[in-house]
């Protein structure tokens, strides 16, 4: 059984993350833009997986949060993220995303923020949305969160909260109901596999199909030319 967390300890940790997200963007932008222009999505990658380094082992440390990665690993809970991972890529970026994007057309920006930095550097970009995001993102949320919220308020409440605390960190009106849904079947699927990694696998794999329906107009349009 997990050490039960409040919510606004919760949301204090939450916070603490947000920090470090502000601190790396700064350097980002002040920093590593200026000094090495072209180098600067490497320097990037390279703050935020020490970032993640640090506010993980202080999770850790100040709250006992054991993190087991690797527990209760097993074939169907492998193919029910794998299967996660598809229904998302149908239901978020076939479904709902369209959706509020019309509603909200500034949002078409961030789209196009983001293929522009695939284009800048593919790589760098990959380890930055398709791996480091969804190790943190899933450890955080739903190794500490919802399994700290499930021992003191139940497993609906836990639910519905770290879901809508997941929506809420992704900073974007157009994103939070996406993200809430998402949050939930994340959720659903942690309670059901008890297993971290089948949620970080899911979210990977989610994250990489969407990576490649970018990555593959850039590359089809770059062969034309």
Not at 66 to 75: C, E, P, R, W, Y
Not at 87 to 93: A, I, M, P
Not at 125 to 137: G, Q
Not at 176 to 193: A, K, W
Request: charged share 10%; net charge neutral; with cysteine.
């Amino acid at each position: 059984m997990s050490n039960g967390i409040s919510i606004g300890k919760g949301i204090l940790w939450v916070l603490v993350w947000f920090g470090f997200m502000i601190l790396y963007t700064i350097l980002d932008i002040s920093i590593w833009r200026k000094i090495a222009p072209e180098q600067s999505r490497v320097l990037n990658l390279i703050t935020v997986a020490l970032c993640m380094t640090i506010f993980l082992n202080l999770l850790m440390t100040k709250t006992n949060f054991k993190l087991h990665l690797f527990s209760n690993i097993s074939f169907p809970g492998i193919i029910l993220a794998l299967g996660c991972s598809i229904l998302f890529y149908f239901l978020l970026d076939k479904g709902l995303d369209p959706i509020f994007e019309n509603l909200f057309p500034s949002s078409k920006e961030n789209y196009q923020q983001t293929i522009r930095l695939i284009k800048i550097s593919p790589i760098a970009t990959f380890f930055d949305f398709c791996i480091l995001a969804p190790i943190l993102e899933e450890v955080l949320m739903r190794g500490f969160l919802l399994n700290g919220f499930s021992t003191n308020y139940g497993k609906i409440v836990a639910l519905l909260i770290s879901a809508a605390l997941f929506s809420i960190l992704h900073f974007n009106i157009v994103q939070m109901v996406p993200s809430f849904i998402c949050g939930i079947i994340l959720g659903l699927l942690y309670f059901y596999t008890d297993s971290i990694f089948s949620c970080i696998l899911a979210h990977i794999g989610y994250n990489t199909i969407s990576y490649m329906m970018i990555m593959l107009p850039i590359c089809a349009s770059s062969q034309i030319t």
